[in-house]
C-alpha cells in the first residue's frame, strides 16, 4: 500500500458524526493506522463515533486457504489497544461472521485542560 498524506485531508475539524474503516485495518501498517485515527479524531464531531470492521487471525487463515491472499489477521486485544490510545473509546464490539471478522464501534474521548 501506498503512504497516504492523512493530514491534508480538507474535512473540517469536528465535521463528521462518523467515520468508518470497514475491511481496511488491515491493510494498513501501524504508522498508518496511527495517522488514520489522528485524522478521523480531527473529523468527528464531539459525540462521533469510529467504526472499524477487521478480520481476525482465524479469519485471515480461512481466507488464505481459500484464495491464497489475505491481510494479516488483527486480534481484537490489539484493536482496542491501538484505537483507545489514540483517544476513543469502546462503546461497541462484537465478532460476526463466526467470529472471522470484529465490528468495533467507538466514541472520541474528548480532552480537556
Known sequence: METQDWTCITIPDRSVDTVTLVAT??????AQ????????????????????????????????????????????AAVLAVVERAGFRAVYHRPFQGGFNHLYVFGKVEVTG
Open 25 to 30: 485495518w488491515n491493510y494498513l501498517s501501524d
Open 33 to 76: 493506522r496511527e495517522l488514520v485515527l489522528r485524522a478521523a479524531h480531527r473529523m468527528l464531531a464531539r459525540y462521533g463515533r469510529l467504526v472499524v470492521t477487521c478480520l481476525t487471525p482465524l479469519g485471515t487463515a480461512v481466507l488464505r486457504l481459500w484464495d491464497g491472499l489475505a491481510p494479516w489477521g488483527a486480534r481484537p
